[in-house]
Nanobody
Framework: QVQLVESGGGLVQPGGSLRLSCAAS????????MGWYRQAPGKERELVAR??????YLADSVKGRFTISRDDAKDTVYLQMNSLKPEDTAVYYC???????????????WGQGTQVTVSS
């Protein structure tokens, strides 16, 4: 099993910044993609950012404001969020695709979610 521990959420004023972290632990052969989703009240969960090797994806709504990065030595993915807006308010979930030892297909794991609230 793989455990994902998220941290860094909280309350911030519009225009402020937050940095989310997600650390993976457990029996891992290799981590493929790592990413962040978010879900606002009454809305579907949406992909915010994903990183696979050196390739990154950012949703149009966060381009120029958010940056995703990973530290493979620590099995950790980060989401740096700048110029935050009220519409960024949501629960943010870490998502990791793992290839276990002896397996031939990837397994998806989710973090427990961390609340980000942007409000004055």
């Amino acid at each position: 099993q793989v455990q994902l521990v998220e941290s860094g959420g909280g309350l911030v004023q519009p225009g402020g910044s937050l940095r989310l972290s997600c650390a993976a632990s457990g029996i891992i052969s290799s981590i493929n993609a790592m990413g962040w989703y978010r879900q606002a009240p009454g809305k579907e969960r949406e992909l915010v950012a994903r990183i696979r090797s050196s390739s990154t994806y950012l949703a149009d709504s966060v381009k120029g404001r958010f940056t995703i990065s990973r530290d493979d030595a620590k099995d950790t993915v980060y989401l740096q969020m700048n110029s935050l807006k009220p519409e960024d308010t949501a629960v943010y979930y870490c998502n990791v695709f793992v290839l276990h030892i002896g397996a031939t297909s990837l397994v998806s794991y989710w973090g427990q979610g961390t609340q980000v609230t942007v409000s004055s």
